[in-house]
């Protein structure tokens, strides 16, 4: 999905309902992490929510202190899935590419063979790091999470990553709030033509660069409102 809804720094007691308000509102992909401490929480809002399994997408990444060996970082999948309390998730990146962060994306490449996950990647890998990454793994990352929003464009990255087909997806989309982005005057009055917010405007100019956006806001009904209207090339 283009768009998914993110539980970075969000209480473990307070996920589950942030969650299940994501899906009512339409959302279908769910991003968490083991560092964020909330995975039985995204888990059990899964199982509560009525959706079928099928149609979500849910997300998790291994931790630096799990990507130490390839078995630590398949070990890593293994203890998502408990703590889930799913059969299998849609997507397992590698939170940071430290230490041998090789051997550790041999683990979830593992777990992706073994049914564990429908697909492997990467999170925060710069240029650079994913070319030499790309190039020597059997299985080349689905997707690149790394921070992706008007203060910080980094088109360079995502040439990168369009020559080696991984997806962008931003986390942070919305800068976290800095850069004065929710009144920015530009945003506001680009916002103001198409009747949206500058928040929508910043979405959907990633969206239509091909960007993979996991707003994580409390506004989950306006950040997923932004498939009505279109930014003409001078407002991009």
Same mark, same amino acid.
């Given at each position: 999905?283009?768009i998914?809804?993110?539980?970075?720094?969000?209480?473990? +007691?307070?996920?589950k309902?942030?969650?299940?308000?994501?899906?009512?509102?339409?959302?279908?992909?769910? !991003?968490?992490?083991?560092?964020?401490?909330?995975?039985?929480?995204?888990?059990?809002?899964?199982?509560?929510?009525?959706?079928?399994?099928?149609?979500?997408?849910?997300?998790? %990444?291994?931790?630096?202190q799990?990507? %130490?060996?390839? +078995?630590?970082?398949?070990?890593?999948?293994k203890?998502?899935?408990?703590? =889930?309390?799913?059969?299998?998730?849609?997507?397992?990146?590698?939170?940071?590419?430290m230490? !041998?962060?090789?051997a550790?994306?041999?683990?979830?490449?593992?777990?992706?063979?073994?049914g564990?996950?429908?697909?492997?990647?990467?999170? #925060?890998?710069?240029?650079?790091? =994913?070319?030499?990454?790309?190039? #020597?793994?059997?299985?080349?990352?689905?997707?690149?999470?790394?921070?992706?929003?008007?203060?910080?464009?980094?088109?360079?990255a995502?040439? #990168?990553?369009?020559?080696?087909?991984?997806?962008?997806?931003?986390?942070?989309?919305?800068?976290e709030g %800095?850069?004065?982005?929710?009144? !920015?005057?530009?945003?506001?009055?680009?916002?103001?033509?198409?009747?949206?917010?500058?928040?929508?405007?910043?979405?959907r100019?990633?969206?239509?660069?091909?960007?993979?956006?996991?707003? %994580?806001?409390?506004?989950?009904?306006? #950040?997923?409102?932004?498939w009505?209207?279109?930014?003409? !090339?001078?407002?991009?």
């Amino acid at each position: 999905p283009q768009i998914g809804f993110g539980v970075f720094q969000i209480p473990a +007691e307070q996920t589950k309902q942030a969650v299940l308000a994501a899906l009512r509102a339409g959302y279908r992909l769910i !991003d968490t992490a083991a560092a964020y401490m909330n995975e039985q929480a995204v888990g059990a809002a899964v199982k509560k929510c009525g959706v079928p399994r099928e149609e979500l997408f849910i997300t998790t %990444k291994v931790w630096v202190q799990d990507q %130490k060996t390839e +078995e630590t970082a398949y070990e890593a999948v293994k203890a998502s899935l408990a703590r =889930l309390n799913l059969s299998y998730v849609d997507l397992v990146l590698l939170h940071q590419p430290m230490g !041998d962060y090789f051997a550790a994306y041999r683990g979830i490449e593992k777990a992706y063979r073994g049914g564990l996950t429908k697909a492997v990647g990467v999170a #925060n890998f710069y240029p650079a790091i =994913l070319a030499n990454l790309c190039e #020597n793994v059997e299985i080349i990352p689905a997707v690149n999470q790394v921070e992706l929003h008007p203060f910080f464009v980094q088109e360079s990255a995502l040439e #990168n990553m369009k020559a080696y087909g991984v997806v962008p997806q931003a986390w942070g989309p919305l800068a976290e709030g %800095k850069h004065g982005i929710f009144t !920015d005057p530009q945003l506001t009055a680009i916002g103001q033509k198409h009747g949206k917010s500058a928040a929508q405007v910043v979405l959907r100019w990633n969206a239509q660069r091909g960007v993979s956006i996991i707003p %994580k806001s409390v506004h989950v009904e306006q #950040n997923i409102d932004i498939w009505d209207f279109r930014l003409i !090339d001078a407002e991009m």
